[in-house]
């Protein structure tokens, strides 16, 4: 009876330990592709703002066409990056980041472009516009260091043992984080 209880409790044990790992990295693996959709929200309410900003800078600035050209030719490739959440890899996620830094440069030369025009700096649709602008790109880095948290808790899980034995059974892989843009290492020149 003993030996019984003993060779049900070994056949048992195991199944008792992957479900209980299967389950939670079920449930992070969730948590991981929700926090990658409040990402992709902070991104679209940027592309969101992006048309109304160009709009309100295209009355003043008619010399500036390259540009605004080039905002809105950015804005169309970064919101035509799509990634699915069940296959975020190093490489699909460094396609999504190189789409939305071509954007930010673009945005960064608008607003270089602005400085020119006194009129608009006074104008209180683009003023707001900024600040949401500003209020945006504040969002996206606080979505983007939460993904990174999420990420490198689901991470961490499936590779403890014994958890690294389930997750390869059952395909649960390493998820790839967000990283700095290259050259945000260096810090920019301010010349007078």
Request: with cysteine.
């Amino acid at each position: 009876m003993k030996r019984m209880r003993l060779w049900g409790l070994l056949v048992l044990l195991p199944w008792l330990l992957s479900s209980c790992g299967y389950n939670s990295m079920v449930s992070k693996d969730e948590l991981v592709t929700s926090q990658w959709a409040n990402v992709e929200t902070a991104y679209q309410r940027r592309a969101d703002l992006i048309p109304n900003l160009v709009n309100t800078v295209k009355g003043y600035a008619d010399f500036e066409k390259e540009t605004l050209t080039a905002v809105v030719e950015a804005r169309a490739k970064a919101t035509g990056v799509q990634i699915d959440p069940t296959k975020l890899d190093a490489n699909t996620l460094k396609q999504f980041q190189e789409s939305q830094s071509q954007l930010s440069g673009a945005l960064s030369r608008l607003m270089v472009v602005v400085e020119k025009y006194p009129d608009l700096k006074a104008n209180q649709n683009f003023l707001e516009l900024q600040s949401q602008l500003e209020g945006t790109e504040n969002r996206i880095s606080v979505e983007r260091r939460r993904f990174n948290e999420v990420v490198q808790d689901y991470n961490t899980y499936i590779r403890k043992f014994p958890n690294n034995l389930i997750s390869g059974m059952f395909g649960f892989e390493k998820k790839a984080y967000f990283e700095a843009d290259a050259g945000s290492e260096k810090a920019p020149k301010v010349k007078f």
